[in-house]
């Protein structure tokens, strides 16, 4: 393959990653701002960018990842660009082949890492990091070609001459677009997340009579005469309920007696076991001990399969054999899906949705949100309260 033909290649391939990586952006948007991303990359909760999102492992020294894949893609795709009028020195060690070589060469050793982290720590996979993966690998490839050395023999050279490296207009122009494009990448999402976070306005139909939304078989806790009532539409293998329960648990806390949750099942239809995680919490219910099963469930996901359900079960001093055939009960099955048609009929798409006092909103909302929404219903609550009277 000649020169000219393999920077060709390696532009093309920059621009591909570009293009995930602002998608990648697009879906670390959402997810930070306690919304699904969903699309091609949520399938389920093991093949999930979302999942992939909401870890630690998503950001680095505080810059998510896909911005700084974002800023490096760029870099790489204008210095090609550079390229192109034919400079004497873009393949020598110093010259822009063997930087991109070099940053490639970097790239796909932390998409190995990456890789490991999804495989062995979440678990769970990003199908459009592995697009990445791909790329950078790719992207290696064709800047080796272009280059004519091998990577360890140009990342040698270039740390033998790490001061003349640094001072290369070339290299200048490579950090500085880095930093650049990571630097406006940084304050988007910043403001996207605190955009999206900061309104949670109600979604049509923006109210609906709350007694419609109570029904006698669901668990609760807190009590009937509580003036905040919140009825809350959840899937046990859906990443962005689990965060969602911790943050009940904290509004728990901080309104106390104020408060009452519901829990209704809606099982979403990409998710595998999500049915199977509902019939088994209606059983631990029967059983009187549905928040035990509820808590534990959101707190390991990991669990929601046939295997981890029973041993749940088991765990929690319930016959695992009685909470299976249980679950195979049609009216344990009739109540899955009434509580789905309920949803859909008060206007829920997604999980996790939620009604306080008959108002619908939608999404993960962190707890200094959820907290200010409560305040307001709270406030509302009282107003009708002293109406009334």
């Known amino acids: 393959m000649k020169a000219k033909n393999a920077a060709a290649l390696t532009g093309l391939v920059s621009g591909i990653g570009a293009a ?33 999102a909401l870890s630690s492992y998503s950001e680095l020294f505080g810059v998510p990842i896909a911005v700084l894949g974002l800023a490096g893609y760029c870099a790489a795709g204008i210095l090609v660009l550079w390229s192109i009028p034919g400079r004497s020195n873009d393949s020598g060690p110093l010259g822009i082949a063997s930087i991109l070589q070099s940053y490639y060469g970097f790239a796909t050793a932390y998409s190995v890492f990456l890789g490991a982290v999804s495989f062995i720590v979440l678990p769970a996979i990003c199908p459009a990091c592995l697009a990445l993966y791909g790329v950078n690998a790719l992207g290696l490839t064709t800047a080796t070609v272009w280059a004519r050395r091998s990577p360890l023999k140009t990342l040698a050279f270039q740390l033998a001459a790490l001061g003349e490296a640094l001072a290369k207009p070339t290299t200048l122009s490579f950090v500085g677009l880095v930093v650049v494009v990571s630097a406006v990448g940084v304050g988007y999402t910043r403001a996207a997340i605190s955009q999206a976070s900061s309104s949670p306005s109600p979604s049509a139909p923006k109210r609906v009579d709350p007694s419609a939304l109570h029904v006698d078989h669901a668990p609760a806790r807190g009590s009937r005469q509580a003036p905040l009532q919140m009825v809350v539409f959840s899937d046990f293998q859906c ?20 408060l009452r949750i519901e829990f209704r099942h809606y099982p979403l239809p990409g998710h595998q076991f999500a049915p199977l995680a509902s019939a088994a919490a209606i059983c631990a219910h029967r059983q009187g001990r549905f928040w035990d099963f509820h808590d534990r469930l959101f707190a390991d996901q990991s669990q929601v399969n046939p295997e981890g359900l029973n041993a749940l079960a088991d765990d929690l001093g319930m016959d695992a054999e009685t909470v299976s055939r249980c679950s195979q009960d049609p009216e344990v099955r009739a109540q899955i899906a009434a509580d789905r048609e309920a949803g859909e009929a008060a206007g829920v798409r997604g999980t996790p949705a939620f009604f306080v006092n008959g108002t619908f909103y939608n999404g993960a909302l962190p707890i200094e949100e959820l907290s200010r929404v409560l305040e307001l219903e709270l406030e509302r609550s009282g107003k009708l309260a002293s109406d009334e009277g």
């Open 239 to 258: 990443p962005y309920c689990s965060r969602f329960a911790k943050t009940l648990t904290f509004a728990e806390e901080t309104f106390g007696e104020k």
């Open 20 to 52: 995930v990586a602002i998608y990648l952006v697009r879906v670390h948007v959402a997810v930070k701002s306690g919304l699904a991303s969903g699309g091609v990359c949520d399938i389920s909760s093991t093949v999930n960018c979302d999942a992939a």
